[in-house]
């Protein structure tokens, strides 16, 4: 069965660790009818280009979307994550990020699910007065009960299929009002998971904990913005961000799934053949298990967790893996 996926190389190291994610992914004998889509901080700055409406609809026959990386220097910050990157989850309704980390030798083998709709990043908020002495300026967090749920359940669910541990992180004691609404529906959603055993963090404590203790943590759910940071966080100390692999799913699959590795563009070491792919080529093996390739998907994990494979170099890493899959 030949899967039709929507390819998005990007800007900066984007193109280059998603050669090497498609390279392994066909070493590892699955068929993709790759769709290549020029998007991204470069082609913006050709003709103004960000993610025209008909493209996502267009989008929407596709199995999957495989993303490399989107952001240039010279595009004002934050017009392309937001145009493209922010588009796509809402559009998608994408609304679980899901990021696993796995790193043996500092006790890790954890999952970070991210709330991907709403919070921060829903753009609720404004100014009054601006550029006066008395300026304003709001930024809400939205936060609806039917998106908190859902990605409430999905996480439950995840902690089935896993150590059937659950932590909900937020920061209640502060968030009198988001707090109480994760609070609440994380409680009532847990009554139905008897066999699921659920902790509570505030999200400082559990910065800490990621560094000291992060055995305790099995599935971890958490709102938009608290995910954002802490799987930087997560990053950091289960390997470096080279490593850092996503899934920006629709459980519901009434659309396609986007897989991306954590890290941006990178655009200081890019066309250096430097970038660790190792991010991309795992988002990759994300994409694969959620398509029904859960064989190819392990042996890929499996390789990128070998030895030989700690080379030097963007293409060095990228056959190193394929030749442990093939
Ligand atoms: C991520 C990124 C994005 C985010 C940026 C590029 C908008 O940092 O995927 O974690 O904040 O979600
Ligand atoms: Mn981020």
Request: glycine share 12%.
């Amino acid at each position: 069965m030949t899967h039709r996926i929507g390819i998005i190389g990007g800007d900066g190291i984007g193109p280059d660790v998603i050669a090497e994610g498609l390279k392994v992914i066909g070493a590892a004998g699955v068929e993709l009818e790759a769709v290549d889509y020029d998007l991204g901080g470069a082609r913006y700055g050709r003709d103004g280009t960000v993610l025209p409406d008909e493209v996502i609809e267009e989008w929407r026959s596709l199995d999957a979307l495989y993303l490399g990386a989107v952001g240039t220097p010279e595009v004002p910050p934050g017009l392309i994550e937001r145009g493209l990157l922010l588009k796509m989850r809402f559009a998608l309704d994408l609304y679980v990020n899901l990021r696993p980390f796995v790193y043996p030798a500092g006790g890790i083998d954890f999952r970070v699910v991210r709330e991907n709709t709403e919070g921060a990043y829903a753009g609720e908020g404004g100014f009054l007065r601006r550029g006066t002495p008395h300026e304003i300026a709001t930024q809400g967090s939205v936060n609806t009960r039917h998106g908190v749920e859902r990605v409430i359940r999905y996480s439950f669910d995840l902690a089935m299929a896993s150590r059937r541990h659950l932590t909900l992180v937020h920061k209640t004691n502060v968030l009198t009002f988001s707090g109480d609404l994760w609070d609440r529906t994380f409680n009532e959603v847990a009554a139905e998971y008897p066999d699921v055993e659920t902790a509570y963090n505030h999200v400082d404590a559990a910065c800490i904990y990621f560094v000291q203790s992060p055995e305790r943590y099995d599935v971890i759910v958490t709102d938009n913005l608290f995910g954002d940071i802490l799987t930087d966080l997560g990053g950091a100390v289960s390997g470096g961000i080279g490593l850092a692999s996503s899934a920006n799913l629709n459980p519901e699959r009434t659309g396609p799934s986007m897989f991306e590795p954590v890290h941006g563009s990178a655009p200081d070491i890019a066309g250096q053949g430097l970038a660790n792919p190792k991010a991309a080529i795992l988002s990759g093996a994300m994409m694969l298990d959620f398509l029904g390739e859960s064989e190819a998907a392990a042996s890929i994990q499996r390789a990128c967790a070998d030895p030989t494979t700690d080379v030097e170099g963007t293409t060095a890493i990228g056959d190193a893996v394929a030749a442990l899959v093939s």
